[in-house]
């Protein structure tokens, strides 16, 4: 990135750090020791949440001469238990990079070419509204467009203030067109349990004790205390653990038992384990009673397409043994057993009948809503913070409406662009903003997403990092890290659901802004100008005007955008909290970063690593029968709400399992899990099947650049089969070229017995191409540039794992 401004010197580099391991037990004693002494502001420990993921561990930093020395775990958390995983305690060299993004900039060179001015935030927000010689501002696009809202893109990855981002968007500026990480991500598992059992729901692995995880490597790719649950009990020691995987990973390492699965396959077994249970009536017959809808049709579906375990080995590379003996010994230890609903589903054509496949397969068993299977728990009540939204009259529905079979509000990512790119959009799409996601690496067909950024008339994005995507907009608006900043509060649901605050530890640095900041000052800047062409176009709001007076109109009906930023967020939290659970407990929230009812009297250190959050018999393992739906934990990377509001509520409507959805049929899908031929195809000979997945030290693209844990990492390599491998002459270490239909890189070669013929696999998150990442530039390649662009027919979501490739050595 180039700076046409002479450059001052700032805190860049400045900061030396030595960063210890952050294993350290806290010295921290509930509700008291934790304080911040006003008296020595220059040392203290804050209680704060991490993001280097989306898990949201609780941390406390540890402060001296205003510099963050280390992060430890914070033990009051019930969710992190104590616990910091390298990408957690590594957070302080993201706070502290020197690549920071450090100011507004905007592009002064041809975009994607790197050239940036410096400017003042004031600057920057003008110029967004008002655009430069060689770019629109929002003013001239929306006049163009004729107050049509929906004409400014934006997305966003998921964090505690993805809603702030959102909701300013859409709720005050008006946009419909939002997409987010759900559709590249774990859309298709979460609708579907929701759709089929109620809700998501979490995988009770501390008390399951038979688990099968299918392509869900959670001992890599996210060390969290429940991930640790299930390993202390493998092998013997109270769960049986099953890996169904085409890699031989460290959770297949772990396991009981490995099961290499060719790609694509996993619906055949699934249903061949429900035939199983439903031909030897292993099923829970009580719980399917009195509990489940549909089951004589599902029973009839199953029997009569034949989905035997032979049938399925000749599809999935299983024997049929194999595939008998875990349907009886899953069914032996239910209902503490769970088919794992996995998170990043983006898999393959058949996602979303997989994933109900498996939630039906789990409460055939009656692992639904009770200790050891998947529960709901409980989430604590916090009121909303409200705001006053504007109608416009203008604003177009979201274009991707029509990609999929059901496309809600966090819209369909590759299909959202493709309508942009191949000019099928119904109006056009001709701003984006950007907040906490780098499309660039991001979506699958890496070209086709530069041509989206190259086709707007302005770009604005608001990072940390001068990512892939930064380098391609035309105003970048420089967010400070998590550390910085307090977000929205949240509620945490589960077993042991609490409210945990993320604050500010230290002030921002450079010019950084928290995200909140900086859509106040922007709405400051816009709100008039927009409110002038809103009055020049939109009818309602003329015949409005005529009758109470425009400044009643711009003001009771929302569109003054400044009024959702008069209090700070700050201030915010503290009202919704304390309304809810008084001052004191917002005192203990502050000092402790974590608050749930009875905490004082529930909180146990038992031993020297491990702590009591609830008593046992206060845990909402089963919440259905104590009638606390309304309060049942969903999760929100998806709107469960919306979804389930197609069937009424956020359980299902029946209050049942729903093995047949009949309103399916209505939309094209399948109203029952079944395996479709033509939705599988073969790798052709000659040709690997390409899958890709995520890993331990690196979070997506985000922590490409941190120093700490590129010392553990520095390079992805691509896993290919030994034996096929020899046969290539291909050894490890080797450069060699991936070639797609959709493009090509290079990669260093890692031939391993650890993954089945015809497949070969390497980690997301490397293969940056902005030169002002010093660390993160050109690591290994980018799974994106070769992952095809096509989605499943239900939600739009991404199909990852369904791109042939050829390989070669060079
Ligand atoms: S799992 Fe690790 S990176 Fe994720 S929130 Fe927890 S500590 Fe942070």
């Known amino acids: 990135m180039k700076i046409e401004v002479s450059r001052r010197k700032f805190l860049q580099g400045s900061v030396a750090l030595t960063i210890f391991g952050g294993s350290t037990l806290s010295s921290i004693s509930l509700l008291g020791d934790n304080k911040i002494n006003e008296k020595e502001p220059i040392n203290k420990e804050i209680p704060t949440l991490c993001e280097m993921c989306v898990n949201k561990c609780a941390a406390i930093a540890t402060i001296k001469d205003g510099i963050v020395k280390k992060l ?34 905007i592009r002064v060179g041809k975009r994607g070419d790197g050239q940036f001015k410096r400017v003042t935030w004031d600057e920057a927000y003008h110029t967004i509204l008002n655009g430069t010689k060689d770019f629109k501002g929002l003013k001239q696009i929306l006049d163009e467009e004729k107050d049509n809202r929906s004409t400014i893109g934006y997305c966003a990855g998921e964090g505690m203030a993805e809603h702030t981002f959102k909701s300013f968007i859409s709720d005050k500026i008006g946009s419909t067109n939002f997409v987010n990480h759900a559709s590249i991500c774990l859309q298709t598992t979460i609708s579907a349990h929701t759709l089929t059992i109620g809700a998501y729901g979490q995988a009770d692995l501390a008390n399951a004790k038979y688990v099968i995880m299918a392509g869900a490597n959670r001992a890599e790719a996210i060390v969290t205390p429940d991930t640790m649950d299930i390993f202390k009990r493998t092998r013997g020691r109270g769960v049986t653990l099953i890996v169904i995987d085409p890699r031989y990973t460290n959770t297949a390492a772990l396991s009981d038992d490995w099961l ?11 249903l061949a384990l429900t035939y199983i249970v439903i031909k030897e009536g292993l099923y829970n017959k009580k719980f399917v009673a009195q509990n489940v809808n549909g089951f004589e049709e599902y029973k009839e579906h199953i029997i009569s397409n034949n989905y035997t375990p032979e049938w399925a080995e000749s599809i999935t590379g299983i024997k049929a043994e194999k595939i008998i003996k875990i ?19 983006t898999w393959g054509f058949q996602d979303f009948q997989l994933r109900r496949a498996t939630a039906i397969f789990t409460a055939l068993g009656a692992g639904v809503d009770v200790k050891g299977g998947i529960v709901f728990g409980k989430k604590l009540t916090l009121p909303s ?53 780098n499309p660039m690496l ?35 608006l420089p967010e400070c890290t998590y550390l910085e900043r307090e977000d929205p509060i949240k509620s945490f649901g589960g077993v042991e659901p609490s409210i945990a605050l993320r604050q500010k530890v230290i002030e921002p640095l450079y010019e950084s802004r928290a995200v909140f900041e900086i859509l106040k000052g922007l709405s400051h800047k816009i709100s008039h100008s927009l409110w002038e062409i809103t009055k020049k176009y939109d009818e309602d709001v003329a015949d409005e005007i005529k009758d109470r007076g425009e400044a009643k109109v711009y003001h009771e009906d929302g569109f003054d955008l400044t009024d959702s930023f008069h209090k700070s967020q700050e201030e915010i939290n503290k009202e919704l909290f304390t309304k809810e659970y008084g001052g004191e407990a917002y005192k203990t929230l502050k000092d402790g970063g974590v608050y749930y009812p009875n905490m004082q009297r529930y909180f146990q250190k038992i031993n020297s690593n491990e702590y009591e959050y609830y008593p046992e018999n206060k845990r909402y393992y089963s919440v259905l029968k104590e009638n606390l739906k309304s309060e049942i934990y969903s999760g929100d990377c998806v709107d469960e709400k919306e979804l389930a509001s197609m069937e009424g509520r956020v359980n299902t409507k029946s209050g049942k399992v729903e093995c047949n959805l009949s309103f399916l049929t209505k939309k094209g899908v399948d109203s029952m899990p079944t395996w479709r031929d033509k939705l599988y195809k073969d790798t052709p000979k000659g040709k690997f099947r390409f899958i890709t997945g995520r890993h331990a030290q690196f979070t997506q693209n985000s922590t490409s650049n941190n120093a700490m844990l590129l010392d553990l990492v520095r390079e992805n390599y ?33 031939p391993t017995n650890k993954i089945i013929k015809n497949v070969v696999f390497y980690v997301h998150g490397f293969g940056a191409t902005s030169d002002d990442l010093t660390l993160g530039y050109r690591n290994g390649a980018s799974d994106n540039i070769i992952i095809a662009d096509d989605i499943e027919t239900v939600f739009g979501s991404a199909v990852m794992h369904e791109t042939n490739i050829e390989i070669r050595k060079v």
């Not at 914070?74 to 104590?82: A, D, E, Q, T, Y």
């Not at 509000?409 to 906490?436: D, L």
């Not at 896993?719 to 260093?748: M, R, T, Y």
Request: proline share 7%; aromatic share 8%.
């Open 718 to 750: 691509v896993w290919i089969n030994k034996h096929q491998a020899d046969k290539l002459n291909i050894f490890h270490g080797d450069l060699v070229e991936i070639k797609s239909p959709n493009g090509v890189v290079k990669i260093k070669a890692y």
């Open 442 to 476: 991001s979506i699958p067909n890496v070209a086709k997403t530069k041509k989206l950024f190259e086709m707007m008339d302005l770009v604005v994005t608001i990072d940390t990092m001068p990512s892939d995507t930064v380098i391609m907009s035309d105003v970048i």
């Open 260 to 270: 290499g699965i060719k790609v694509g396959t996993d619906l055949a077994l699934v």
């Open 72 to 105: 430890d775990p914070n033990p009051l958390f019930p969710k992190s238990r104590n616990m910091l995983c390298p990408r957690g305690v590594a957070g302080v060299h993201s706070l502290y990079d020197p690549d920071r993004l450090k100011y507004p900039l």
């Open 327 to 345: 349907a009886r010994d899953f069914m032996s230890a239910s209902p503490r057993a769970i088919y794992y609903q996995g998170r990043r589903t």
């Open 385 to 437: 913070h409200d705001i006053n939204t504007p109608i416009y009259a203008n604003a177009l529905g979201r274009i991707d409406k029509d990609v999929a079979s059901i496309v809600g509000s966090n819209g369909s990512w590759i299909g959202w662009r493709n309508k942009i790119i191949e000019n099928k959009s119904p109006y056009p799409i001709r701003a984006m903003f950007t907040y906490k996601q």
